[in-house]
């Protein structure tokens, strides 16, 4: 079983509704067809690349983009709810999450939704985070070198 890191005085300000839990336009100038939920701008990519390649593709489309964190059920279900309504399917998708899994973004980890027997770094070489298998909305550590889709992220 993995330790995972946890900070302490997270602020859950990101939990406070904005949008009456719906999508709404992302409201940063330059953004064009991101969806807006609670404080974040939300862009799902259906690139496959690599974990590396979709963190840095995060982060140089928008000033201070970065892969998606997950801080609750609920948003994980809204990502999954992104994927869904952008690809009509649940494909594999990167997240934010890298082993030892803090959030790339420098977020509190203080959320997680593994999959059975996950995380469990298949012959040590599973490092990174991925949404949607073996089920959909579920997580499963994996190699970074697999190309995936991913989702992107912009903190109001």
């Known amino acids: 079983m993995t330790q995972l890191r946890f900070c302490l005085g997270c602020s859950v300000e990101y939990e406070k509704e904005s949008c009456n839990s719906t999508w709404c336009r992302c409201p940063v100038h330059g953004i064009h067809n991101w969806k807006r939920y609670r404080n974040v701008c939300l862009k799902f990519f259906n690139i496959r690349t690599t974990f590396q390649g979709a963190k840095m593709h995060c982060r140089h489309i928008v000033q201070g983009g970065d892969l998606v964190s997950i801080h609750s059920a609920f948003k994980n279900q809204k990502i ?37 027997g996950e995380p469990n770094n298949y012959l040590g070489i599973e490092r990174c985070l ?21 989702v992107c992220e912009k903190v109001l």
């Open 130 to 150: 991925e949404l949607n298998f073996p089920h959909t909305g579920l997580w499963n550590d994996f190699r970074c070198c697999f190309k995936n889709a991913f």
């Open 80 to 116: 999954v709810q992104l994927i869904q309504s952008e690809a009509g399917s649940c494909p594999r998708t990167w997240i934010g999450g890298h082993r030892p899994f803090p959030w790339t973004d420098g977020s509190c980890w203080n959320y997680s939704n593994w999959a059975p």
